[in-house]
């Protein structure tokens, strides 16, 4: 074996064939899962090198998919529970069981998921992550005693608020009375545990690829509200509310968590599993490296095959495919991008081995609605071309 600009290459005299090709993709949002790519990777990957072992890994660092993907290492078995929305409308959301554990698997795009409305009819004041709450409860039921939880893709700017009055905690103004909507939180004066004994858990593991804090330039509302419907006439509204939500919390309970690293994460919903579930927050691709054991996959591929919706200099500062082909990097073993739209900057271009968009032979337009099928059709042009690549390296005719 020899290397080629510090990536592994096979001599003519070692067989090249089978490699061994990890797929691990995160989702293109908006039109695939993490799930739905891999398979078209894959898929396309085969017409031009059908020899090859492939395996399909899903990315997930706390949003969609979060709880299929997790719970498929834990050996976690699918549950059911009637829930409402993040608009209140009924729904029967899954949640992941590892009984020998007690870890219940949770993913709150499942319950409040922006994707799970339609597009344009509620505002963001009319949402709230209540019922969120009723996944922890019957989690809780079943004796759970540890959580691993995903909020990425919540439709939700309330941190958290409606989750905790779904698990009894009470949000009271200066006359007593009971606040019942986020955007009444700038009134807030008291906030009450529940009065049931509340069930301890001994730890509850929130997956989060954000760092921002609950309010300010970086914080939920100005950040990613936007994305959910707010517009910049809502920010006071919102910021007001989750503003004083912190404050009091802080004068009561002794713990400043709104600038904690994470706490704007899915509309504060950080911050509403720091206060009212006593979680810890942890850098959502490095809990799923480790529930999938990525180092030791990287380490026994030939070659490894990422994408996403986009790619470009922010992936590569901190976000889970930077870090997937920061890793192929440490160990030299090449990495290819697939992805939506793609950055040609140079640092883009020097990171991965290949770098290929969906863009470079379709309209954005049509590269959303046969995402799967030129997806695919893109993953063949790769392989194509590395094989041509082995073959220069080689010195083969």
Same mark, same amino acid.
């Given at each position: 074996?020899?290397?080629?600009?510090?990536?592994?290459?096979?001599?003519?005299?070692?067989?090249?064939?089978?490699?061994?090709?990890?797929?691990?993709?995160?989702?293109?949002?908006?039109?695939?899962?993490?799930?739905?790519?891999?398979?078209?990777?894959?898929?396309?990957?085969r017409?031009?090198?059908?020899?090859?072992?492939?395996?399909?890994?899903?990315?997930?660092?706390g949003?969609?998919?979060?709880?299929? !993907?997790?719970?498929?290492?834990?050996?976690?078995?699918?549950?059911?529970?009637?829930? !409402?929305?993040?608009?209140?409308?009924?729904?029967?959301?899954?949640?992941?069981?590892?009984?020998?554990?007690?870890?219940?698997?949770?993913?709150?795009?499942?319950?409040?998921?922006?994707?799970?409305?339609?597009?344009?009819?509620?505002?963001?004041f009319?949402?709230?992550?209540?019922?969120?709450?009723?996944?922890?409860?019957?989690?809780?039921?079943?004796?759970?005693?540890?959580?691993?939880?995903?909020?990425?893709?919540?439709?939700?700017n309330?941190?958290?608020?409606?989750?905790?009055?779904?698990?009894?905690?009470?949000?009271?103004?200066?006359?007593?009375?009971?606040?019942?909507?986020?955007?009444?939180?700038?009134?807030?004066?008291?906030?009450?545990?529940?009065?049931?004994?509340? !069930?301890?858990?001994?730890?509850?593991?929130?997956?989060?690829?954000?760092?921002?804090?609950?309010?300010?330039?970086?914080?939920?509302?100005?950040?990613?509200?936007?994305?959910?419907?707010? !517009?910049?006439?809502?920010?006071?509204?919102?910021?007001?509310?989750?503003?004083?939500l912190?404050?009091?919390?802080?004068?009561?309970f002794?713990r400043?968590?709104?600038?904690?690293?994470?706490?704007?994460?899915?509309?504060?919903?950080?911050?509403?599993?720091?206060?009212?579930?006593?979680?810890?927050?942890?850098?959502?691709?490095?809990?799923?490296?480790?529930?999938?054991?990525?180092?030791?996959?990287?380490?026994?591929?030939?070659?490894?095959?990422?994408?996403?919706?986009a790619?470009?200099?922010?992936?590569?500062?901190?976000?889970?495919?930077?870090?997937?082909?920061?890793?192929?990097?440490?160990?030299?073993?090449?990495?290819?991008?697939?992805?939506?739209?793609?950055?040609?900057?140079?640092?883009?271009?020097?990171?991965?081995?290949?770098?290929?968009?969906?863009?470079d032979?379709?309209?954005?337009?049509?590269?959303?609605?046969?995402?799967?099928?030129?997806?695919?059709?893109?993953?063949?042009?790769?392989?194509?071309?590395?094989?041509?690549?082995?073959?220069?390296?080689?010195?083969?005719?």
């Open positions: 074996m020899r290397e080629i600009k510090g990536k592994r290459i096979l001599k003519s005299s070692e067989n090249p064939r089978p490699l061994n090709i990890l797929i691990i993709p995160d989702k293109f949002k908006g039109t695939l899962s993490s799930r739905a790519a891999a398979k078209a990777i894959a898929e396309g990957w017409r031009a090198r059908p020899h090859d072992r492939l395996t399909l890994l899903p990315m997930s660092d949003g969609d998919d979060f709880g299929e !993907v997790m719970s498929g290492f834990a050996g976690a078995r699918a549950q059911k529970v009637k829930t !409402v929305d993040a608009a209140h409308r009924p729904v029967v959301a899954a949640w992941w069981w590892q009984k020998e554990t007690r870890t219940a698997i949770v993913e709150s795009a499942r319950v409040i998921g922006l994707a799970m409305l339609p597009g344009g009819k509620f505002h963001p009319q949402l709230d992550s209540f019922g969120f709450g009723a996944i922890f409860s019957a989690a809780a039921r079943k004796g759970a005693k540890r959580f691993v939880v995903g909020i990425g893709g919540s439709a939700t309330d941190a958290g608020f409606g989750m905790a009055r779904a698990m009894g905690w009470k949000f009271l103004d200066a006359s007593g009375s009971f606040i019942e909507g986020w955007t009444q939180l700038d009134r807030l004066e008291t906030i009450q545990p529940p009065e049931k004994d509340v !069930v301890a858990f001994e730890e509850v593991l929130v997956a989060v690829d954000v760092k921002n804090p609950l309010n300010g330039p970086r914080g939920a509302t100005r950040v990613y509200g936007p994305q959910k419907g707010l !517009v910049p006439a809502d920010f006071k509204t919102a910021e007001n509310a989750l503003g004083r912190a404050e009091v919390w802080k004068s009561q002794r400043n968590l709104s600038n904690i690293p994470g706490a704007g994460a899915a509309g504060g919903l950080g911050f509403g599993l720091l206060a009212f579930m006593g979680a810890k927050l942890t850098p959502g691709f490095e809990l799923f490296a480790q529930y999938a054991g990525l180092d030791r996959m990287i380490h026994s591929s030939d070659l490894v095959i990422t994408g996403e919706g790619i470009d200099e922010s992936t590569l500062m901190g976000k889970g495919v930077g870090q997937l082909v920061g890793a192929c990097v440490k160990r030299r073993v090449p990495c290819i991008a697939l992805a939506g739209l793609l950055s040609r900057s140079p640092r883009v271009k020097r990171t991965f081995a290949q770098a290929y968009s969906l863009t032979n379709a309209s954005p337009e049509e590269a959303k609605k046969r995402a799967g099928p030129l997806l695919a059709h893109l993953s063949a042009r790769a392989a194509r071309d590395w094989t041509g690549s082995l073959k220069k390296h080689r010195g083969s005719p």
